[in-house]
């Protein structure tokens, strides 16, 4: 059974740019968060999909939105991007809309120059 | 306003003796309690978790202590191995939104 996978590993965006991650959840799961972790820091909730809606958002400005597929696939889309976006971002799936066990995929680091 | 706090950034400890990671947290609203380990270049990996109806879960060499009373809980290894040096994240969800709100994480090193 395939666990969460994340593409692409790492990536390297110029200031002004959009960018797209990929996430597949775990088999079986149907909800899909997005966290992004800065250096030293514990992850911070981006936002939730459910259903193909977003269900939940952290304080993140609308430069960061995304989409949840048919297949419970999701997308984390930033615009505009800025220095301070440089992070790694972790997508996790689970069950029950998030409430229980959360299972991260390996993340994607984005590196903003 | 940080939620969770692990007030310790590190923890060494010598390999076979029990390692205890902290955690507190303020919002009330809390009701269920994770941690995680987490490797450098991997994403977080579950290790075990804890309902706020509950006050202890062990899984093998792990065990959670959960205090609401005090809005703390700890993470005990027993007995500590080298392969456990990682940083270890507490993490709280609230029912209603389903959002994890991690700690800074304390960095455990287990010396051989």
Redesign the interface.
């Known amino acids: 059974d395939a666990g969460v996978t994340q593409s692409p590993t790492h990536l390297i965006k110029t200031r002004g740019q959009q960018v797209t991650l990929r996430c597949s959840p775990k088999s079986g799961h149907d909800t899909v968060s997005w966290y992004q972790q800065a250096l030293g820091q514990g992850p911070q909730f981006i936002f939730q999909y459910y259903e193909e809606e977003e269900r939940q958002r952290g304080n993140f400005p609308d430069r960061f939105s995304g989409h949840q597929f048919p297949n419970y696939s999701s997308e984390l889309n930033v615009n505009a991007l800025l220095l301070g976006d440089s992070a790694l971002y972790l997508c996790a799936s689970s069950l029950l809309k998030g409430w229980g066990e959360q299972f991260f995929g390996p993340g994607t680091r984005l590196t903003v120059l | 306003d940080q939620q969770?706090k692990q007030n310790s950034p590190s923890l060494s400890v010598q390999e076979g003796r029990i390692s205890i990671l902290n955690c507190d947290y303020t919002n009330s609203m809390f009701d269920?309690f994770?941690w995680?380990k987490k490797y450098p270049?991997?994403?977080?990996?579950?290790l075990i978790?804890i309902s706020s109806i509950k006050d202890k879960n062990e899984d093998g060499r792990f065990t959670v202590f959960l205090n609401k009373s005090a809005k703390h809980l700890s993470l005990h290894i027993v007995p500590s191995q080298p392969g456990d040096s990682a940083v270890y994240?507490c993490?709280a969800?609230s029912?209603n939104?389903?959002?994890?709100?991690?700690?800074?994480?304390t960095t455990l090193q287990v010396k051989p």
């Open positions: 969770v269920y994770l995680y270049a991997e994403g977080p990996t579950f978790s994240f993490a969800l029912g939104t389903g959002k994890l709100i991690f700690g800074q994480g």
